[in-house]
């Protein structure tokens, strides 16, 4: 990583064995993803009248750690998922608890996670220890969407503030999931091409016909704060724009879309629409799922603009340059390359930050 430098007009990408070395992949899993924000889900999605805890893996087959959600008098929590006596898994189905009850040995939790009951401990001693209650993350909310981390190093604060700056207008809370049009993309590629890929609009004139019909190109613009990258593509002529309010930072502009990524995994794709959210979840150095969940504003310009042929089409042209960009980094004859100053800052952002990461 050493060619990955602060200044872009100097800088090489990262180096081609970064996507295939196993020790790498571990360090990234503690250096990086263990250490920030992951999306876990929609609250109104996991919570109803039948749900007050959910139990799930955080990065199945990646970190895979087990951990449950619970709500209790419209508190929700992030628990380890694992009893405190032998490690065995507590809750195993989303449902209606009062506890939290072990069905190894009987070891039982309040829905905060606090240590309660162990039939069978009397003769115990120096019991309980405060390492008998679950283990509790942080957990952190935009809108209806919960994040957590297991050893967070980057403050929150830095994705809320700035989607309640650019996007506070669109009233997010609003929208509306479609399940009919969200799915699950099987990409045959390391996690992190497909981040290189959408971090730079590059790309847009020479694989995306469709989506570069709606946007002027020459205008598109990118930004780079801190762990976050913002791209702002502009209408053409005739494309769909938002209604951006007075006091907004792009009052008075023609925007076709915000691009948000927040590292390293989350980006949210917002269209007059509504919005297209991506998480990109690493599972091997050549394999990667990428969850698209759609959250419809406008159904008649959603219907109008093709959102559905749109999304898709792009999603598999996407596929086919990351997919192309895995095997011919396995060429004897690419070592690194280098960045476009004008139109690749948001992969060079990136880069700097996993060097960062994943050399201190």
Not at 44 to 50: D, G, K, L, P, S
Request: aromatic content about 16%; hydrophobic content about 35%.
């Amino acid at each position: 990583m050493d060619k990955v430098t602060d200044q872009i007009s100097q800088s090489a990408t990262l180096p081609s064995d970064f996507y295939f070395d196993q020790e790498v992949w571990e360090e990234t899993k503690e250096n990086v993803f263990a250490k920030s924000w992951i999306y876990v889900g929609d609250e109104e999605q996991i919570f109803n009248v039948a749900v007050n805890t959910y139990p799930f893996f955080l990065l199945e087959k990646y970190i895979e750690e087990p951990l449950v959600l619970t709500k209790k008098d419209g508190e929700v929590r992030c628990l380890s998922n694992v009893c405190t006596h032998r490690g065995f898994i507590v809750s195993h189905h989303p449902g209606k608890n009062q506890k939290l009850t072990c069905s190894y040995h009987g070891r039982r939790f309040d829905l905060s996670g606090k240590f309660e009951f162990m039939p069978e401990f009397k003769e115990v001693e120096d019991f309980p220890r405060p390492c008998e209650h679950l283990h509790q993350l942080p957990l952190k909310k935009w809108s209806k969407f919960l994040f957590t981390s297991l050893e967070p190093s980057i403050d929150f604060s830095e994705m809320s503030e700035e989607l309640d700056k650019r996007l506070g207008f669109l009233n997010m809370d609003d929208f509306v999931l479609a399940p009919q049009y969200s799915k699950i993309y099987n990409v045959q590629s390391h996690w992190a091409l497909y981040v290189d890929n959408y971090l730079e609009g590059f790309h847009i004139p020479f694989v995306h016909p469709t989506l570069n019909g709606m946007l002027d190109y020459g205008s598109y613009e990118t930004i780079c704060d801190r762990h976050m990258v913002l791209q702002v593509g502009y209408a053409d002529q005739g494309s769909e724009t938002f209604d951006i309010p007075e006091g907004h930072p792009d009052y008075g502009k023609n925007i076709a879309a915000y691009y948000y990524w927040f590292y390293p995994n989350f980006m949210l794709n917002v269209y007059p629409w509504g919005v297209q959210i991506n998480i990109v979840k690493p599972y091997t150095p050549q394999f990667t799922k990428v969850e698209f969940l759609y959250y419809i504003k406008d159904q008649e310009i959603w219907d109008r603009m093709n959102g559905e042929q749109i999304g898709e089409k792009t999603q598999q042209e996407d596929e086919w340059v990351v997919e192309g960009v895995q095997k011919g980094l396995r060429s004897r004859f690419y070592k690194d390359g280098r960045f476009s100053v004008k139109r690749e800052t948001g992969v060079h952002h990136f880069h700097k930050l996993l060097k960062q990461y994943l050399t201190n």
